[in-house]
């Protein structure tokens, strides 16, 4: 079984920076691939950025140059370094798992999930 736990979603003004978090527990993290996913009310839940095994990373268009994916398999953590946020950067942030080597786009390719951390982003 894993378990995912998200923190340091907060009110921020937009243009300001965030760092989120992502604690892993559980069966191997390493060789596990991770994502980044958000769902703004009323909105599909949709990828932001994943990493994969070997620390290759994907982003969403919406978020290339802003938003930054690592990951520290020491830690088990995977973190999402969020910056220049805009109003429309706001939703629930969500970090996700699956067995696979490499990023997956869509969240039906992610059994694992967790609970979601919120990011308000005023403007």
């Known amino acids: 079984q894993v378990q995912l736990v998200e923190s340091g979603g907060r009110l921020v003004q937009a243009g300001s920076s965030l760092r989120l978090s992502c604690a892993a527990s559980?069966?191997?993290?390493?060789?596990?691939?991770m994502g980044w996913f958000r769902q703004a009310p009323e909105k599909e839940r949709e990828f932001v950025a994943g990493?994969?095994?070997?620390?290759?990373?994907m982003y969403a268009d919406s978020v290339k140059g802003r938003f930054t994916i690592s990951r520290d398999n020491a830690k088990n953590t995977v973190y999402l370094q969020m910056n220049s946020l805009k109003f429309e950067d706001t939703a629930v942030y969500y970090c996700?798992?699956?067995?696979?080597?490499?990023?997956?786009?869509?969240?039906?390719?992610?059994?694992?999930w967790g609970q979601g951390t919120q990011v308000t982003v005023s403007s």
């Open positions: 990493i994969g095994w070997s620390g290759g990373t």
């Open positions: 559980g069966r191997t993290f390493s060789t596990n691939a």
């Open positions: 996700a798992l699956r067995r696979e080597l490499r990023v997956g786009v869509i969240p039906e390719q992610y059994p694992y």
